[in-house]
C-alpha cells in the first residue's frame, strides 16, 4: 500500500502542479503540503478532503493509495512496448508523444540498471534524486506490467 504523503504527491505530479499551485488551490500552506507529501504530518479529514478536491480525485483513491494509472486504465499496446524498447536500445523508431514520454523517463534507470549489474557502479550515487523522482512518476502513470515488460525486453536484448 502506497503511504498518504506518497499518493497525494502522485496525483499532484499526475495533475502537472506545482506544491505551490496544489496548496493554493486546497487552502494551505506550500510548506506543510511538503511535510505531508513527505509522510512527516498526519493529516485531518478537512485537509484529505480540500486536497482530494484540489486534485479532483476521489478522497477514497488517495487514502486507498490507488494510482493514477490505474484509474486511467492506459496500457500500451504489445507494438507500442515493442517500439518503446527498440528505442531504449538505441534504435531509430518513430515514438508516439506518449511512448517518448514514458521511454525518456525510464531509459536512464535501464542504463543504470545495467552499469549496476555489469559491475561499472558500486551503488547509487547521492545525486540519485532525479532517478528516484523518474521512477516515481513512472510507477504512478504507466502499468507495473508495462514496465516490467520494456525491463525484460531490454535486458534480455542485451
Known amino acids: 500500500m502506497i503511504p498518504l504523503g506518497r499518493s497525494i504527491y502522485l496525483w499532484r505530479v499526475d495533475r502537472k502542479l506545482t506544491q505551490e499551485e496544489l496548496a493554493r488551490r486546497a487552502g494551505i500552506s506550500r510548506p506543510n503540503l511538503s511535510v505531508i507529501e513527505q509522510g512527516g504530518k498526519d493529516i485531518t479529514v478537512a485537509t484529505l478532503l480540500r486536497l482530494a478536491k484540489a486534485l479532483n480525485v476521489n478522497p477514497g483513491v488517495v487514502v486507498d493509495g490507488i494510482l493514477p494509472h490505474a484509474v486511467s486504465g492506459n496500457r500500451f499496446s504489445r507494438e507500442s512496448l515493442d517500439h518503446i524498447s527498440r528505442w531504449i536500445l538505441g534504435e531509430s523508431v518513430r515514438l508516439k508523444t506518449v511512448e517518448r514520454e514514458f521511454a525518456e523517463l525510464l531509459k536512464p534507470l535501464i542504463e543504470r540498471k545495467i552499469a549496476l549489474s555489469r559491475g561499472r557502479l558500486s551503488s547509487f550515487p547521492r545525486t540519485a534524486r532525479k532517478e528516484k523522482r ?17 525491463i525484460t525486453r531490454v535486458s534480455e536484448a542485451l
Open 134 to 150: 523518474n521512477w516515481l512518476l513512472l510507477r504512478a502513470n504507466y502499468h507495473a506490467d508495462d514496465l516490467k515488460n520494456i
